[in-house]
């Protein structure tokens, strides 16, 4: 077997186990999902579970995939707490770790999110977050946490159930922080692990799905208008086009479309997005079929074709996750 490169560009001897895929930042796939048909589920969270998810709200999160975790235990978190804590320190000797701002003390949580699941096979979501308190503060002021990412897997038996024992899928990463934390988390991960890292970009096909499902929820009033962002192609400079719907009339036109409550077909994905932009040629002569659908932004969540998400409402945390783990999977088989 081929000997397989680390974070830092160098290579290492092969250990004899598969090798999943590309090191940690150095390709940017674009994810191909091509579903006949999709179950979105129904809000199922208790006022328990939305506490203790909050934080993960009207946040932005980079999204990344990962390759399958060789030897990862939930029962080492502790250990793992410590190792990355460790890494830290050594990267900071080498100026690595150290931000602009005094952030010079860095503590490191490893901890489980048990309610972040699909079904009772899942493996339970994995938060991982950096703390540091300012060189300038007192002693006993609190931490403040400046970097967060959390390993994920909703409804991903396609991938698990045809992993070896020692292998734990959690395909799905979001990060909220800087690049530098980024790069030092991801690396320790991938040496540790035997696993690779990969940015989740979504394709115009992905984001017109997104703005189909979300737009069918509903959710609570007053709620944000469902805006698609279009990026003009072929132009000496970048021009975009939004394109805003009242809520209530987007739901009424896919409440129209809809055959099956809470079932997504392909065809009526098509059939609300020709909706869309015949409208739109009538009023303003544009043909957005000749665009790019680069950004969704829904009641529910906010996507970008840059891989970058925003979760609005709790009670859909799951769904929207269920989804982004089939993306995720779908980059790395």
Known sequence: MESAADGTGQSRPSTGRPSWGLPFGRAHGRSALSPSSRLF??????????????????????LYSVTPMYRFSEAH????SRLLSAF???????????????????????????????SDRDQAAILVQLS???SASPKNSEEKVVWSGWFCCVAGDELSE???????CLPLFLVNGADSYTAIVGTWFQKTFDCCFRRLSLSPFNLSWMAAMWTGCKVDKPAPATELVFSVPHLPHPLHISYAINLEDAQ????????????ITQKEVD??????YSHFYRHFKIHLSATKLVKVSTAVATAHCDGI??????????GVLMLLTELAICQIQ
């Open 271 to 276: 059939v609300f997005m020709d909706c869309l």
């Open 132 to 134: 540091s308190r300012s």
């Open 309 to 318: 998400i925003k979760f609005r409402q709790s009670q859909y945390l799951t």
């Open 88 to 118: 830290f320190a050594a990267e900071k000797k080498k100026g690595l770790a150290v931000e602009i701002g005094g952030e010079l003390d860095i503590k490191v949580s490893v901890t489980s999110l048990p309610d972040l699941k699909g």
């Open 252 to 263: 009424a036109l896919w409440d129209t479309i809809q055959k099956t409550p809470g079932e």
């Open 41 to 62: 589920p129904a809000p199922r969270r208790t006022q328990e579970d939305t506490q203790r998810t909050a934080f993960l709200l009207r946040k932005q999160w980079a």
């Open 162 to 168: 045809n992993l070896p024992e020692a292998f734990t």
């Open 77 to 80: 978190l502790r250990d793992y």
